[in-house]
């Protein structure tokens, strides 16, 4: 089991892994911008497809499973695809809706943030019309995949990978490299918290389906809505109603805000702790089959021994198999160890050392990477920022 190697090599390679994900993420992003009109809108569809697929699954998946060589059942179960209920599922999808609403505020409120230092929004359009397979095309490329791909790299891999640092160490690392490989200073606000979010129910329920469910209903609610407003349903351009009308009347527009956010709070709250509550006793009642079998297993190996043991011997100083027993002396016993527990401390002491210089190695180089990754994108960031100022 992947669990059962060496912390310190397992946190290693996760942390090389995800570093060689963000230099390859960040190579085809400056090579997409470049060649931006020779690849075409169809290309970029392409390019995000095998990125998402390639690049934030595969990639990490099989590097990880072959570093660590373990079995493709023992990888995803390290990376937490571990069933959860019907109920937490539809409890998912309603937190997912939870989320939107909250990702609209939260992205609206660091958008005109940064806009007051004299960032200009980017605007990308698509000159693809507006039908049910580019909707479904979409769909794919910002739902579906995102939500399997990215999920599985930093709720499964790099937090899981990460999780000798503690509980919050790990959800913040996980946290803020979701938002950073983003590579956009305008998705960085957002997609932050909603990592970090994703990261405590990840950690709390012990299953990545969840936060796949959540990260899917929050993109996909936003390509639905972008699909409306092309089609110039009511429903794609109610948020510019809403908008306008809260504009108009700034008074009313704040108090509105204000409680409609304290609603979406307090929803997203009991969501998730019904999760975490409905993943604890899932968990618990399988754990409680498990630990059931083992029990009489262990009892029927526990009679066997007692029969095989059940069989006297009148004869001194011979085993059940006639095989002599010899008696050691205590006295010379216990000179031995006396002449031989320096050597034997010594020896034990030497192996513990070369042990923790060696894990310690091993920290500093898993250290190197995890910061050499959050540098990098961090850089990128930081640069959409500045471009954005120009």
Request: glycine share 4%.
């Amino acid at each position: 089991m992947v669990e059962n190697r060496k912390i310190d090599k397992v946190n290693f390679y996760t942390n090389l892994i995800y570093f060689i994900v963000v230099v390859g993420f960040v190579v085809i992003r400056i090579l997409c911008s470049v060649f931006a009109s020779q690849i075409g809108v169809y290309g970029s569809y392409i390019i995000s497809i095998v990125t998402q697929v390639g690049l934030l699954f595969l990639l990490p998946f099989l590097l990880f499973k072959w570093l660590n060589k373990a079995k493709t059942k023992e990888t995803f179960k390290f990376f937490s695809y571990k069933k959860i209920s019907f109920k937490s599922v539809l409890v998912a999808i309603a937190l997912g809706v939870i989320v939107f609403f909250l990702n609209v505020y939260v992205s609206s409120f660091f958008n005109s943030l940064i806009q007051l230092f004299g960032y200009k929004p980017s605007t990308s359009t698509t000159s693809l019309p507006a039908t049910w397979w580019v909707f479904l095309l979409n769909l794919l490329c910002t739902a579906i995949l995102p939500a399997i791909c990215e999920e599985t790299l930093h709720r499964g891999m790099l937090l899981k990978g990460n999780s000798n640092l503690g509980m919050k160490k790990s959800i913040i690392i996980s946290g803020v490299l979701f938002g950073l490989l983003h590579l956009n200073i305008e998705q960085f606000f957002y997609a932050t918290i909603i990592g970090l979010f994703l990261g405590y129910i990840c950690w709390c329920t012990s299953s990545i389906y969840p936060c796949i469910i959540v990260h899917f209903m929050n993109n996909a609610i936003s390509v639905f809505l972008s699909f409306a407003r092309a089609k110039g349903w009511a429903i794609g351009t109610l948020f510019s109603y809403i908008s306008e009308f809260l504009t108009a009347n700034s008074v009313l527009g704040l108090v509105m805000f204000i409680l409609f956010l304290c609603l979406l709070v307090m929803l997203a709250i009991e969501a998730t702790k019904f999760l975490i509550k409905d993943s604890f006793n899932y968990n618990f009642v399988a754990k409680q089959k498990q630990l059931t079998s083992m029990f009489i297993r262990q009892a029927y190996f526990n009679d066997v021994e007692n029969i095989k043991n059940q069989q006297p011997t009148n004869v001194k100083d011979v085993d059940y198999a006639g095989r002599h027993v010899v008696y050691i002396d205590l006295k010379d016993f216990m000179d031995f160890v006396d002449k031989n527990m320096k050597n034997i401390f010594d020896e034990v002491e030497k192996i513990e050392t070369e042990k923790q210089e060696s894990q310690d190695q091993t920290a500093v180089k898993s250290k190197i990477f995890l910061y050499g990754a959050i540098a990098l994108s961090a850089i990128v960031t930081i640069m959409t920022f500045i471009w954005g100022l120009l």
